[in-house]
């Protein structure tokens, strides 16, 4: 069976992308004139261009037109901690660093402040009653491109208990930074000690907000990594809960470690 008229269509525009004939940020000619060039209707054009738009091959700006899409620059995320701050990329000085490394800028909304109660995976992993209340602050962090306009990078959401607050750190409950970092403060001001962490890394389909804020592609094209994060203090009691979200086609994470004294081969 022959395949559809919009198929060949596609596949015609995907091999000229893949050959180099049509050269990444290349406006495509308008649907009209695509609709004369191959002899259908537009409707039929308006097809093949949304399947190779499921695809990350094209893209359309609104008031522009249609374009090929540039390959995304690749971002390394390293999950071990760094010697000078503990951080890890994800996260902290070490996540600004990081970014700082390869000529751009790490950049971060207001954190956006929550109280959550009844959520038992974060409760677990906090170790606290499931029907304690927690403290969830929500941040949009961006990485400037080479022209210095900043795109979406990472959702990330650190939860602490609210035992916290009636101890003493209320400022986990103010909608702004926290300028000497929650983990100095945390230290000041409860001696808590984040001393290790505990990784989990997973992939799933994106969510509405998630979507929306990378700029995904309908029809599930893209995933996200999960990144989930849940650290220690001296004692081994939990003292915070992270969950930070990435594009699975912008990034690459890496691991590094030291193998023990004694180690071979075998």
Sequence with gaps: MPSPRYQEIADTLRDKIE?????P????PTEKELANEYETARNTIRDAIAQLKVLQLLETRPGKGTFVVEKPEVFRVTLTPEAKTGFSGGEGEAWIAEVGKTGRKATASKP??????????????????????????HQQRFITDRDGTPIPWSLQTSYYPF??????AVKLLRNEDIEEGTVAYLLETL???????RDGLSVRAPDKVETEFFNLPPGGGVQVFEHRRTTYDGDGVPCRHTITTYRTDRNIFVI???????????
């Excluded at 050959?19 to 050269?23: A, I, M, P």
């Excluded at 940020?25 to 495509?28: A, E, I, K």
């Design 112 to 137: 956006n402040v929550e109280i959550k109660t009844g959520d038992l995976p974060k409760a677990k992993a906090l170790g606290v009653d499931p029907d304690e209340s927690l403290i969830g602050r």
């Design 256 to 266: 590094e470690a030291e193998m023990p004294e004694g180690t071979g081969s075998r």
């Design 25 to 28: 940020g290349q406006q495509l």
């Design 163 to 168: 035992s916290f607050i009636e101890r003493g």
């Design 19 to 23: 050959r180099g004939e049509l050269t």
């Design 191 to 197: 001696q808590i000690r984040q001393a290790s962490y």
